[in-house]
């Protein structure tokens, strides 16, 4: 696909499989596409690689941090559980919004935990609400601990960040859906591995090997779970699509 930016014309021209179109450069149809390409420029600069929360990195795409904070803040969560620790930022994160709530605590799990991130996550403020478990999220003893520590949680957010091959998230999915609350989700994130395919950081095979494949596989097998952007609080824009990292991450369980 060829984008040329006609600032003259305000026009976007788009040319794509041999067909030329053109479109309203200050229009919603433009600003998803021109979103989406910078997404994809953004990834394979690794932009989100410049960011820490309270003193941690974070390697997410802030809007999604955003749009996360408003479901948290929505659902008040006695528990979110969160596969992928790397440097420990985002359980930092979900912490701190757990803080200001008055509710919640963090469990974080991760296939190695590395001894410098350890000493820094156990050494922050806000440890002191956050559990760390080491070994393969759907490892059937590493899903017991996690079951045990759920305990009588009400509300139980779940968000995947760990492995994102197809097979992986999927498995986890299969390990701890049970987990999820009624109207609360599962997050599989990183669907953005389907747009970023064909770049210099990506791989052939992500255009089907992702989490946004395996969350679509797994709600066709549980229909008690849908994929649902959760609706934005705030909108007075006439736009509605998220610029993302995670396509189809948002996994609801419905309302019994």
Known sequence: MKLTIDNDNNLLQVENDGESSS????????????????????????????????????????????????????LQPDLIVETGIAHGGS??????????IGKGRIVGVDVEIRPHNREAIEAHELYHMITMIEGNSVAPEIVR??????????????????????????????????????????????????WVYDGPRGEAKWKEDNPSTAARDFVEAHPDFEIEQPDWPFNESDLSTNITHWPDAWIRRKDS
């Open 91 to 100: 359980l930092i994160y979900y912490a701190s919004l757990c803080k200001a």
């Open 145 to 194: 601990q996690v079951d045990e520590l759920v305990g009588d949680a009400e509300t139980v957010l779940l968000i995947l960040d760990s492995n994102h091959s197809r097979e992986h998230v999927l498995a986890e999915l299969e390990a701890y859906h049970h987990l999820v609350t009624p109207g609360s989700y599962a997050v599989a994130t990183d669907g953005v591995m389907k």
């Open 23 to 74: 479109m309203e450069l200050y229009s919603r149809e433009a600003f998803d596409l021109l979103s989406r390409e910078w997404v994809r420029l953004g990834w394979q600069m690794k932009y989100p690689y410049t960011f820490s929360w309270m003193g941690r990195p974070i390697i997410q795409l802030p809007e999604d941090m955003l749009r996360t904070q408003e479901v948290i803040y929505r």
